[in-house]
């Protein structure tokens, strides 16, 4: 069976001393701020991955403050903490001479750990970076013509709603993923536009999830501002 296994790189959850003028905040920002590689647990974050293999295998905090992942096996970094209403933005890339493969955020993910868990997917996979997928039942909604639903024997209920139009950049190349998850309401912005906005979400506190998904990706300035809520 899979189980959690501590995180081999150093990486710290600072405090932000401003947060963006369109989020209101409950909180100041947390950012995600890389220092130096070490051995030791994450703070704030905890993996989950096959049990034979140990995160750094899959992992690699670089000193320029990327994160590297290799891949495999299929499984995934989390946050402690849960989260309902926030803004996420974080940059993604194909590193230079890999190829274009899979990956996502996870977002209100709840239940056990699993491949994959209950949570709202922001695609990241070549060619459907902006997709949104309900993963194992979790409830969203949308126009009609954008949406499909399927039962896997894996992976239970599946709900797809495709993104407006594709705005990824060419692997080796930095995208800016903007989530923004507010109550019912989840929109993601790639490189400055709107490419999907999913409505009827269900509006739950969970854990946030950065994928390893058997291809190389690496990911870096990654910042949560929690929202306001009236």
Excluded at 37 to 49: C, N, R, V, Y
Excluded at 72 to 77: A, F, M, R, V
Excluded at 188 to 217: F, H, K, M, W, Y
Aim: proline share 7%; with cysteine.
């Amino acid at each position: 069976m899979n189980r959690c296994v501590a995180l081999t790189v150093l990486v710290v959850l600072g405090i932000c001393l401003t947060a963006p003028s369109a989020a209101r905040t409950e909180g100041p920002a947390i950012e995600l701020i890389t220092i130096q590689q070490a051995s030791g647990e994450l703070p704030g974050w905890k993996s989950f991955h096959d049990p034979q293999a140990k995160t750094a295998d899959v992992w690699t905090l670089r000193p320029d403050g990327v994160l590297h992942c290799k891949g495999t096996p299929l499984g995934y970094l989390y946050t402690e903490r849960e989260h309902t209403s926030f803004l996420l933005t974080l940059e993604w890339r194909w590193p230079p001479g890999k190829k274009a493969g899979n990956g996502g955020v996870l977002l209100r993910m709840t239940g056990p750990n699993r491949i994959w868990p209950k949570s709202l997917e922001a695609q990241i996979n070549a060619g459907s970076a902006g997709d949104f997928w309900g993963l194992a039942g979790f409830r969203l909604d949308g126009p009609a013509g954008r949406m499909k639903s399927l039962e896997h024997p894996q992976f239970g209920t599946l709900v797809n709603l495709a993104k407006l139009k594709p705005m990824e950049k060419t692997p080796g190349q930095w995208n800016h993923y903007e989530i923004r998850a507010d109550g019912e309401t989840v929109t993601l912005s790639i490189n400055g536009q709107l490419v999907n906005r999913a409505t009827g979400c269900a509006a739950v506190p969970g854990r946030i999830c950065l994928t390893a998904e058997g291809d190389e990706i690496e990911f870096r300035n990654v910042r949560l501002v929690p929202l306001e809520r009236k």
